[in-house]
């Protein structure tokens, strides 16, 4: 099946800072959604994205999907502790009720 | 706000035993899937239900995994002889959509330890 890549594994910011996570397909993906992971909690969807090019924004959070379709990335401005989590992207194959394929997934650490 | 339920939240079991997780999906949704995280990586797909049939399922998805929707309420799935590297946090999922567009709604999730 279609892998994505995720990078980097772990990212540690000092409150205030930026972070960025990145996804990456050898192949062009139909959709990309991102998914956020409280420590011990389970996965919440925060987007999906389907047109090349694409971006949108969630307050701080602002997600884009390349022009190629095989890439995508979550940026957060000026973090916050509440932004503490693990953060995947996810790739539906569709052709019905197909399931999601997730990356490894960043791991967002944030220090006061 | 409607949420997907599980129970129970932590099941252990022997090695060998049989065990059945439970999940109520949001009532209107269509589309019901389970998906395992082994402590610490990423979460892997297991299987997709939809219209009383299993619509799609990974490798990890063999012939000791089950799935039922006994009612119109509960979506179980079933492992009938534990190993040990079952031990992992399986998740439900549910979606009011499926292809290329379905945003999934997960459940807490069920840590099953086998010992």
């Known amino acids: 099946g279609q892998q994505v890549m995720q990078i980097p594994q772990y990212q540690h910011v000092q409150e205030g800072e930026d972070f960025t996570t990145y996804c990456n397909s050898s192949t062009t993906l139909s959709n990309i959604q991102w998914y956020k992971q409280r420590p011990g909690g389970h996965p919440v969807f925060l987007i999906q994205?389907?047109?090349?090019?694409e971006v949108k924004k969630q307050k701080r959070l602002t997600f884009q999907f390349g022009e190629a379709k095989k890439n995508s990335s979550l940026h957060i401005t000026a973090t916050q502790t509440t932004d503490v989590g693990t953060y995947f992207c996810?790739?539906?194959?569709?052709?019905?009720?197909?399931?999601?394929?997730f990356g490894k997934g960043t791991h967002l650490i944030i220090q006061p | 706000e409607p949420e997907v339920t599980q129970t129970p939240s932590h099941q252990v079991t022997q090695m060998g035993q049989e065990v059945i997780l439970r999940c109520v999906p949001i009532?209107?949704?269509?589309?019901f899937y389970w998906y395992r995280q082994i402590l610490g990586q990423k979460v892997e797909f297991l299987v997709s239900?939809?219209?009383?049939?299993?619509?799609?399922k990974s490798e990890i998805f063999d012939d000791q995994f089950s799935v039922e929707r006994p009612d119109g309420s509960n979506f179980t799935l079933k492992i009938r002889s534990t190993k040990l590297e079952d031990s992992a946090m399986y998740f439900c999922a549910s979606s009011p959509q499926g292809q290329g567009a379905g945003e999934q709604y997960f459940g807490p999730g069920t840590r099953l330890t086998v010992t």
């Open positions: 239900f939809y219209n009383n049939e299993i619509s799609e």
């Open positions: 994205l389907v047109k090349s090019g």
């Open positions: 009532s209107n949704h269509l589309y």
């Open positions: 996810a790739h539906q194959r569709g052709g019905g009720a197909d399931g999601l394929t």
